[in-house]
């Protein structure tokens, strides 16, 4: 590595000098060399002549003037490759120096048109693209940050203000204190609950560590089952077509995305409402749909819910902390499967998310 250090850097500039004039400076001298070839094979052989014959000065000559020729060729070339070098390096240079600015202090900006439409404009178009997506990844991060603290601080401050209002008052009993310690539980399974969703949130956006054969249909009737008592307190009508739909996976991590979809069914729901609940696979594909009535989501407000700390109209409900839906589309991703959320009409959601197909792989035979 020192001894590398001192390799200078061949710079793109130079590159395209020496290709610009070395083919020049070839042609050049092919050029130049033909009249002295010529002359040396139509030269008379005289060996009477001396050395300073006229033939013998005329071709010196040649070869002075071949020679100051050449020289003078090599600087053209070069000085010509450097100059047309320059120019069709110079929107790169622009578009170079623009873009570390705008990494270093504005991601507002934009590189736009960089003059005629070629190579150099459509790379500034996605670098555009690139500082556009950098620019809204860094939005929701400080989106995200700003409301998990938030969610995180509630609970706290709550707690604090039982605690305190309980050690505060005089004629505190047994039962009031006892009640207050409930409280403070409450709160803190709250809090423990949106820990743990987003520890959730960032392990489905990463790569299954783990990954083994399960069936959607099982883990939808066993999420469904869990849920039954809420959706029949409810009144809501439950119609599941749960067919084989086995996928390869992370087992925990889609079975929470089906729990997920099904909680989602079933909270943001309506009096007397509707779930349906499909799986099946085919054509090297497993599906889960899950749709259900509700309240009407305008088309606008959709991608919103698949944000985290997101619900619909940006009304904050105790039914969640709006990162559910967030967490089934980052499992779906890690997962290699699409998602496909559809508002009814009439109100309500209907969620499909399209696995590929568990592989079923030879068994190996016994020795």
Do not use: K
């Not at 860094?138 to 603290?149: G, H, I, K, M, T």
């Not at 509700?294 to 619909?312: C, K, N, S, Y």
Request: proline share 7%; net charge negative; glycine share 8%.
């Amino acid at each position: 590595m020192i001894g590398r250090r001192w390799i200078p850097r061949r710079s793109l500039h130079l590159q395209l000098t020496l290709l610009y004039a070395v083919p020049f400076l070839i042609t050049g001298v092919v050029l130049l060399a033909i009249p002295l070839l010529g002359t040396e094979e139509t030269a008379p052989a005289d060996p009477a002549a001396g050395p300073g014959s006229g033939g013998q000065r005329h071709l010196d000559g040649q070869l002075t003037t071949s020679a100051v020729s050449i020289v003078a060729l090599v600087v053209v070339s070069v000085a010509l490759g450097w100059f047309v070098a320059g120019r069709f390096l110079h929107p790169l240079r622009t578009i170079t120096a623009t873009a570390r600015d705008i990494s270093a202090t504005n991601l507002h900006r934009r590189l736009g048109r960089t003059g005629l439409h070629d190579e150099f404009t459509e790379l500034a178009e996605t670098l555009d693209d690139l500082f556009e997506r950098l620019e809204s990844s860094f939005d929701a991060q400080r989106y995200f940050v700003a409301n998990a603290s938030h969610e995180l601080r509630t609970p706290l401050t709550a707690e604090r203000t039982v605690l305190q209002v309980a050690l505060a008052d005089p004629g505190a009993t047994t039962d009031t204190l006892r009640a207050a310690c409930h409280e403070v539980l409450a709160l803190g399974e709250q809090q423990e609950r949106l820990i743990g969703a987003l520890l959730t949130l960032a392990e489905g956006q990463q790569p299954p560590h783990v990954r083994a054969a399960v069936d959607l249909a099982d883990m939808a009737t066993e999420a469904y089952a869990s849920r039954w008592p809420e959706a029949e307190r409810r009144g809501l009508t439950v119609e599941a077509q749960t067919g084989p739909a086995p996928v390869s996976g992370d087992p925990a991590l889609i079975e929470r995305l089906v729990t997920n979809l099904i909680d989602n069914a079933v909270r943001h729901n309506t009096a007397g409402g509707w779930i349906r609940i499909v799986t099946e696979s085919a054509d090297d594909r497993s599906v889960i749909r899950v749709a259900n009535s509700g309240p009407v989501i305008p088309p606008a407000e959709l991608e919103t819910l698949f944000q985290p700390f997101r619900q619909l109209g940006g009304r904050r409900t105790r039914q969640g902390h709006g990162l559910g839906l967030a967490i089934v589309r980052a499992i779906a991703t890690s997962h290699g499967a699409s998602i496909t959320a559809r508002p009814q009409p009439a109100g309500g959601l209907d969620i499909e998310v399209d696995f590929p197909a568990a592989r079923h792989q030879p068994a190996i035979p016994e020795i």
